[in-house]
């Protein structure tokens, strides 16, 4: 791996993260008024419309026949779209529900978990600095989990395991980031076809022709989706699921504070010591990996 990759993937890691921390957050917040079944459905439906239409933009659909063809990846591909599918799911479910905050924690352990994948998986180099960061970062973690969190915190949890599991899986396999994507979001489509049936059938959608404008804010969910996930999983091809787990940092810290100071979501005071402790973390990680490249 040359510098010059590895600082694009840093960059590329970076502003995905910002996307999804921020626009993100404010974007699904704003459609939020639909109901999470319905804008899981139309993330869904134009995320896949999106990727068709690009795969024709930019001729694709050879690579996409080999993948075809290759039983192994049809199969991981499945798995990782279902675990995409199931992470739009439970975020979208926090943002309708008033759990930015609870959201962010999950989002707070992924990076760890992407770190210990990157390391027993796929020999990624960890220094001292690295592994103190990690321990840190576990401390604070479970000082949050003890201290302000009475139940189990499963919002969070599904989130933390269903995205690391995915940057996982998406390691393993050489597929390029947007044709994957297209093929993971085709294994779900029928389903989300159905489900939007039956939400329009009990006239339950907001989605109606007789409201263009409204009609193209829906709309507006597959870029929403596409652009920061390729961002994100170009960054892991190039830099490694280690350096990119922890930048993602700057993902659930902008959720953490929308959904206070925008949200006005309620604040425990543990959370914030919590969010202090990772963030130091995260600055010696960044540091490290600043002196080592």
């Known amino acids: 791996m ?3 990759s590895f600082n694009k993937g840093i960059i590329l890691t ?16 704003y ?3 639909a109901g999470h079944i319905e804008v899981v459905v139309h993330r869904s439906i134009w995320t896949t419309l999106m990727l068709i239409i690009t795969t024709f933009i930019f001729s694709k659909w050879k690579k996409i026949k080999k993948i075809i063809i290759n039983k192994k990846k049809l199969i991981i591909l499945f798995f990782s779209g279902s675990l995409i599918f199931l992470n739009w799911a439970v975020w979208i479910y926090a943002v309708s529900n008033n759990q930015v905050i609870n959201a962010s924690f999950g989002y707070f352990i992924m990076p760890i978990i992407s770190v210990f994948f990157g390391y027993f ?6 220094t001292y600095k690295g592994k103190l960061s990690i321990l840190i970062v576990l401390v604070s973690i479970l000082y949050l989990f003890l201290t302000s969190i009475k139940f189990i915190p499963w919002v969070g949890l599904i989130v933390a395991f269903s995205w690391s599991f995915y940057n996982l899986l998406r390691k393993k396999i050489n597929v390029e980031t947007d044709i994957g994507l297209l093929i993971e979001s085709l294994y779900m489509f029928p389903f989300v076809l159905i489900l939007f049936y039956f939400i329009a059938q009990n006239n339950f959608n907001d989605f ?15 870029p929403m989706t596409v652009i920061p996930l390729y961002l994100y999983v170009k960054g892991v091809e190039l830099c490694g699921l280690g350096p990119t787990g922890m930048i993602f940092y700057i993902t659930p810290t902008l959720q953490f504070l929308l959904g206070y ?12 010591v919590s969010f202090i402790l990772i963030w130091i973390a995260v600055f010696i990680y960044m540091r490290d990996l600043y002196e080592n490249n």
């Open 31 to 33: 459609i939020s008024f």
């Open 121 to 126: 998986f796929f020999n990624e180099k960890l």
């Open 208 to 222: 109606t022709l007789s409201n263009p404008k409204m009609m193209l804010i829906f709309i507006l969910a597959g």
């Open 261 to 272: 100071f925008l949200y006005n979501e309620h604040l425990i005071y543990h959370k914030l």
């Open 14 to 29: 970076a502003f995905g993260s910002f996307w999804w921390g921020f626009l993100g957050v404010i974007y699904f917040k």
């Open 2 to 4: 040359n510098n010059k």
